[in-house]
């Protein structure tokens, strides 16, 4: 199954369905966020670290770019929105080849160092409280990530 359309209708229907992916992460695995300003990146981000088990409280980078946690996995949340107009390379290899699960909020803004083998994600606002998140594997790890969530 290559890609997955789920519609949330609370932050917390978008944190567990989050927590739940979060369950059929392997190490290494990278996921990219994209959509608007209060989508719900971050929103998910918090519950995909909650699955993760990760205890601290996870806010948004937007000063560090990247930040690191410790689950039952190393986990990377970045946040590149600041790198809208640059083409700046802050080493994001060593993360997306370690052994962590990253995150990256705004991911179309370094496009370029994406690794092939992601889950593309995209949050939609389709009302107040309702998104649209599209999920899109590419890899068959993550087909097969995404064959589980629709189960
Ligand atoms: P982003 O990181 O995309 O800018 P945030 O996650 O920081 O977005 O903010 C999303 C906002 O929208 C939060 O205030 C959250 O409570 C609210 N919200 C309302 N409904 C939802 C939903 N279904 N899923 C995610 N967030 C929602
Ligand atoms: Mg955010």
New binding site residues.
């Given amino acids: 199954m290559e890609s997955l359309e789920y519609v949330?209708?609370?932050?917390e229907?978008?944190?567990q369905f989050a927590e739940k992916l979060a369950g059929f992460l392997e190490p290494g695995d990278v996921l990219t966020?994209e959509?608007?300003?209060?989508?719900?990146?971050?929103?998910?981000?918090?519950g995909l670290a909650k699955g993760l088990g990760v205890k601290r409280t996870v806010n948004?980078p937007t000063f560090t770019i990247i930040k690191e946690y410790m689950g039952r996995l190393p986990f990377y949340h970045m946040?590149v929105y600041r790198l809208e107009d640059s083409d700046e390379d802050l080493g994001f290899e060593e993360f997306f080849n370690g052994e962590g699960i990253t995150v990256v909020?705004w991911s179309q803004f370094i496009y370029d160092y994406l690794p092939e083998q992601r889950l593309e994600l995209t949050?939609e606002?389709m009302s107040?409280?309702?998104?649209k998140i599209s999920l899109y594997a590419h890899s068959p790890h993550f087909e097969q990530v995404c064959k589980e969530m629709s189960q």
């Fill in positions: 949330t209708h609370s932050t229907d978008t944190m966020l959509g608007d300003l209060g989508a719900g990146k971050t929103t998910f981000t918090k948004s946040d909020e949050i606002s107040e409280a309702s998104r």
